[in-house]
């Protein structure tokens, strides 16, 4: 079976203010996670803002340094200790999608341009070879090539430009897609579109996703794996199903205990006629 | 009873006029929690403000009125041209930022003192008001503090303790929990569900969180493109949707222990440039017909006490094996 | 929160040229309209022009204007109007070399230090605070007598450029370090982008406005600290530029002597070049401002 992903010890500790008042904010208390499967699978990561899901997410894309400890990801080591991964091997292997469609893009360029650079700088193609692998890329996400080409991102909407997010994140295709709330910033109605796409890549094209979200439903119809964090500490994890219907830890509890659902009401509420 | 009479809000722009809001008309009875739902772009934003009299250039209330049902102090009725002299007093706003919304430099305490107040005596003000946000579940130490020194849900329990105070009429509250993780959300709601069942005033809650709708009102407006698309009870909206738009936004949204497949809506809301005919949905409904395409739905009570604006109001749309509507 | 599809109206055009009516306005309009005619007939003029300006003693002296002497001789027995022609044109080819040179030192360095951070931006910190504390108008009265002795008064430029790139540099710097946080810079490294390409593609396009509006200011401070040594007296005042020629106005009295044209001229001259170079300045910053408001 290969590793999916498997941190051993990770922290990440940051130093707040001067030489003698400093304060110390652990992020990352010591994650230890072991996710290992045949197929590909979908893990969430699902917390509160401050709990650290960001800053492991940002630590396994290398975009911050653990203080210590390591990642593995798909049996090779990305972060921490004994990481010698040469960039383009790293890039071709984890891939991000961003929260917010409309910054990840640069105002300035056409965002064709992003899906071209990936295929021809980290999937190494070249001329009709790379154009192809950005048609079929978009193709997945359900998008034509003529619809996107020399338009900027000004003129999609926010679900469309997420989708040439993730198409752009599938050219090299990459072992693990890490997706930092997808899809928060989009109105509820098209959220599923884009959920439903992460199921559909996972089965068709054998795409594992790294899920980073605060809203436990979608983490919940997706997932396979579910990771609970609070202040930096995994507090819970395991299969999607059994965490979330059977929650073991208090703060599990208490958090699936809050969210406002359409199925029942925590006070009853009387009528009012007009 | 708050009566909106058609009204019509437009931008004026260099580039021509939209009208944020399209012609909703309204009776909000007293007493209840009533919300706000729709997309980004509905025009519940704007309908918020024009409630609340907030309306300056280049936004205006190009045509329609709105009834507050109360009288000001000189006996004349209250409408969206005199609102503006009972912010605070009659009607109050809680805003979705509180972070933006506190002055940043001064204490939390000084700006309850900055309130219009009938009571000159600043030092018997500042002690009612430690009174009462003791009932809100804040220290007496939190007047003393500076905004960035309160926690997110403080600080929002704050800007209610502001907005409720004086025990006002009609709360707005735009987004109230957004910002906030969904411990404290939950908290926050459950504190203005308290305060309106005291008080027995009327809130209006803005959400594109229907869960939050769910659970805390009584009724229910969803705004779709700028036009009201159903209004009526919430618990009924939620059981059995009239509005096709209402029952597929609803019915794409997963919960926890439901292994059901979920869909969202295909498509986007039209744009509000130019000219719209027809009903403002057609375009991404199942249900649409060419009468759909051509001719607007008029907002009508096709159930006692539930608006809709749509031809097929109440028809049954059901998905597929393959999650297509029809 | 989600983008308002209806605040933000969706033309469904990009940064297309012909989207350019954003940057008229008046004031762009008046500047650039003055800056052209000086700038173009300064350039263009002195091709139909055969007597050397500054040469002394080519006519008779403190003539009135005429049809031959447009603005009347000087008291040096120069043409007063062909020698504020090639002042203008001196004046302005100083300033565009300055400006030039200033801009193109401060971006590289700006956006490099910002962007790379680390020990490479606190060494390259270090070098631009220390030119930002050196005052230019002192250095350039003690490197009065270089100056006067150098062969050509772009020496003047030189020095200029040598003080002046750290200011812009300092704030191209701060700007590239907002952008280093935005997310298309990291969509940019997991496109496979190094730091050049970053620089050049991602981070230019958002300085670049910054970059146009400082250019014309540097122009006009570049042309005004010219003129204010040369009227003092500390430049080449042989070489015709709008200092030199007050300066020569100055010295042989021209108010007094009743030759009004040879002082006002230039003085007019100036103010009209500067609120030019002002409005350009100002009407690209005001067409920016507006810009930015819009997606």
Redesign the interface.
């Known amino acids: 079976m290969a590793v999916i992903l498997r941190t051993e010890g990770l922290n990440k500790v940051y130093r707040l203010g001067s030489f003698t008042r400093n304060r110390k904010i652990q992020a990352l208390n010591d994650i230890n996670l072991n996710i290992e499967s045949d197929q590909p699978v979908i893990i969430s990561v699902v917390g509160e803002s401050g709990s650290g899901k960001t800053t492991l997410a940002k630590t396994l894309l290398r975009l911050i340094e653990p203080t210590s400890g390591s990642a593995t990801v798909y049996d090779k080591v990305v972060a921490g200790k004994g990481e010698k991964l040469p960039k383009r091997e790293f890039l071709a292997s984890i891939q991000p999608i961003f929260q917010n469609p409309f910054e990840a893009f640069s105002r300035y360029r056409p965002v064709d341009a992003y899906l071209h650079e990936t295929a021809t700088r980290v999937a190494g193609l070249q001329g009709n070879a790379a154009i192809d692998a950005v048609e079929q890329s978009l193709a997945s996400v359900g998008l034509e090539y003529a619809d996107v080409r020399g338009k900027y991102s000004n003129q999609f909407s926010g679900g469309e430009l997420q989708r040439v997010s993730i198409a752009r994140a599938l050219i090299p295709n990459p072992n693990l897609i890490i997706a930092d709330e997808p899809v928060s910033m989009i109105d509820a109605s098209r959220r599923m579109i884009i959920i439903n796409l992460f199921l559909k890549l996972k089965l068709e094209a054998k795409r594992s996703f790294l899920y980073i979200t605060h809203d436990l439903a979608t983490a919940y119809y997706i997932s396979d794996f579910v990771a609970v964090m609070n202040k930096g500490v995994i507090v819970e994890f395991g299969p999607a199903r059994e965490v979330m219907t059977h929650p073991q830890h208090d703060y599990t509890k208490l958090l699936l205990d809050s969210i406002p659902t359409t199925r029942q009401r925590w006070r009853p509420r009387s009528s009012v006629a007009i | 009873m708050i009566r909106l009479n058609n009204v019509v809000v437009t931008y004026r722009t260099s580039r021509g006029s939209i009208n944020a809001v399209d012609g909703v008309s309204l009776e909000i009875p007293d007493g209840c929690v009533v919300g706000i739902a729709g997309e980004s772009g509905c025009g519940k934003s704007t309908l918020m403000k024009l409630i609340y009299g907030d309306v300056t250039s280049p936004m205006s209330l190009s045509s329609g009125s709105i009834d507050y049902g109360f009288e000001n102090d000189k006996g004349a009725p209250i409408t969206s041209a005199n609102i503006r002299e009972q912010w605070f007093k009659r009607i109050s706003y809680i805003p979705q930022s509180s972070m933006n919304s506190l002055n940043p430099v001064a204490r939390v305490g000084t700006q309850f003192i900055d309130f219009p107040g009938s009571d000159p005596d600043k030092k018997r003000v500042m002690e009612k008001v430690r009174g009462y946000i003791g009932k809100l579940g804040l220290p007496p130490e939190t007047l003393d503090a500076y905004p960035h020194q309160l926690s997110g849900g403080m600080r929002q329990r704050v800007m209610i303790a502001l907005a409720t105070f004086f025990q006002p009429e009609l709360i707005l509250a735009d987004e109230p929990t957004t910002a906030l993780d969904v411990v404290v959300q939950k908290e926050i709601l459950l504190l203005l569900m308290d305060l309106q069942e005291q008080m027995k005033n009327t809130i209006l809650i803005v959400s594109h969180d229907m869960g939050v709708h769910y659970q805390t009102t009584q009724r229910m407006l969803i705004m779709y493109a700028a036009k009201a698309a159903e209004y009526g009870d919430s618990e009924k909206i939620f059981r059995d949707p009239l509005h096709p738009y209402t029952r597929m936004l609803i019915s794409s949204l997963p919960a926890i222990g439901d292994d059901r497949a979920r869909q969202g809506i295909s498509g986007t809301p039209p744009s509000l440039w130019g000219q719209l005919t027809g009903c403002r949905f057609a375009a991404r409904c199942p249900l649409a017909t060419d009468k759909c395409r051509a001719e607007e739905p008029a907002f009508i009570e096709h159930r006692p006490g539930q608006f809709a604006a749509c031809h097929y109001a109440g028809t049954e749309i059901t998905q597929t094996g393959d999650g297509q509507w029809q | 929160?989600?983008?308002?599809?209806?605040?933000?109206?969706?033309?469904?055009?990009?940064?297309r040229w012909r989207e350019l009516y954003w940057l008229v306005n008046l004031r762009l309009a008046i500047g650039l309209t003055i800056v052209l005619i000086l700038a173009v007939g300064s350039l263009v003029l002195p091709l139909f022009n055969t007597v050397d300006p500054s040469v002394q003693a080519s006519y008779w002296k403190n003539l009135p204007p005429s049809f031959k002497h447009l603005l009347g001789t000087n008291a040096l027995g120069q043409d007063t109007f062909w020698y504020l022609v090639y002042s203008v044109r001196n004046s302005l080819v100083l300033g565009f070399v300055v400006a030039i040179g200033v801009t193109v030192i401060s971006t590289i360095v700006g956006l490099s230090a910002g962007y790379i951070g680390g020990s490479f931006e606190r060494v390259v910190m270090l070098v631009v605070d220390t030119f930002i504390t050196i005052p230019l108008l002192p250095i350039l009265i003690i490197l009065g007598a270089v100056i006067r002795g150098s062969s050509t008064f772009l020496t003047v430029g030189l020095v200029i450029i040598i003080f002046g790139w750290a200011w812009g540099a300092r704030t191209v710097r701060s700007m590239a370090l907002t952008l280093r946080e935005?997310?298309?810079i990291?969509?940019?490294r997991?496109?496979?982008?190094n730091t050049l390409q970053i620089l050049v593609?991602?981070i230019f396009?958002?300085v670049s406005a910054f970059l146009l509006v400082g250019f014309i200011n540097t122009v006009l401070f570049a042309i005004n600290t010219e003129a204010t040594l040369a009227v003092i007296g500390l430049s080449k005042v042989e070489v015709p530029t709008l200092g030199s020629i007050i300066f020569w106005a100055l010295s042989y009295n021209a108010m007094f002597t009743g030759n009004y044209i040879w002082i006002v001229a230039p003085i007019v001259t100036t103010v009209v070049l500067f609120l030019g170079l002002f409005l350009t300045s100002t009407g690209f910053n005001a067409a920016f401002a507006t810009k930015r408001g819009v997606?």
Do not use: V
């Not at chain 3, 997991?190 to 982008?193: D, E, H, Q």
């Open positions: 929160m989600t983008q308002d599809a209806m605040a933000l109206p969706t033309t469904r055009s990009g940064l935005r997310e298309f990291n969509m940019a997991f496109s496979g982008a593609s991602e396009p958002y997606a």
